[in-house]
């Protein structure tokens, strides 16, 4: 199964075409026509590559790109727009917002493909980054968890809390913070949520040979990882 590539185009002709040329070029395409289906396929699973349109039905496509970049606890995937908007302050705006690329409307089917191939070789090497706090050790690339020659089996929500943890050691970090990080787009879901994410992620890291817990609960405020 080739990379998978979230294509989000309101357009259906064009939705159309950026699909078909993409799976026949190996990769996985899922199509989303709105931020909410984007946000919704995001829960489930993270992609390799976005392809975000700037004028969607409802959600602004630049907001969208803000809210994935201002957080820290997923994996950072490149983002390429695709929009009809050409003028150079709109490119200015999307690069500056953390696209890795902008490609306008209407373009070359082997254009996009050449540059979602080069994107996905960037973000391989980039992807090779490990997070390594104590005894714990998260890589990236792998999603993967270790103490020591102990593998620490993860969900993608436990993943992402542990590593948005272990990036801001000894700070403590708000309920609101970590949840808006970790679940992401102003959560409004039970707070509650949060604790028992903690607490399994406690326990699994316990179970791999972990003594001390290093994840401390801060009363009132919320969380902070201590090495």
């Known amino acids: 199964m080739g990379a998978l590539v979230y294509s989000v185009e309101d357009d259906p002709n ?7 040329a993409l799976a026949n070029s190996g990769f996985t ?6 931020g909410k289906s984007l946000y919704a396929a995001i829960e489930r699973s993270f992609p390799d590559i976005i392809l975000l349109d700037v004028m969607l039905p409802d959600s602004d496509g ?15 995937v490149p983002i390429m727009i695709v929009s009809a908007k050409s003028a150079e302050i709109e490119r200015v705006v999307g690069l500056d917002a953390g696209a890795d690329d902008y490609l306008v409307k209407p373009f070359g089917v082997l254009e996009l493909i050449s540059r979602v191939k ?3 070789r960037r973000n391989e090497t980039k992807q090779s980054e490990t997070v390594e706090a104590g005894q714990i050790v998260l890589n990236v690339a792998e999603h993967s968890c270790r103490i020591g020659d102990s593998d620490v089996s993860l969900t993608a929500k436990e993943f992402s809390l542990l590593r948005l943890l272990m990036s801001n ?19 409004l879901g039970e707070t509650r949520t949060l604790d028992v994410h903690v607490k399994e992620v406690r326990q699994k890291l316990g179970r791999a040979g972990l003594t001390d817990d290093p994840i401390k609960t801060i009363r009132g405020i919320g969380y902070k990882f201590v090495p």
């Open 14 to 20: 064009i939705a159309h075409v950026i699909h078909i």
């Open 29 to 34: 395409v899922e199509t989303f026509t709105d």
């Open 62 to 76: 630049i907001e969208i790109l803000r809210k994935l970049r201002g957080n820290p606890g997923r994996p950072s």
């Open 118 to 120: 080069a994107l996905l």
């Open 169 to 187: 050691p000894n700070r403590a970090l708000t309920r609101e913070s970590i949840l808006n990080s970790v679940w992401g787009y102003d959560y």
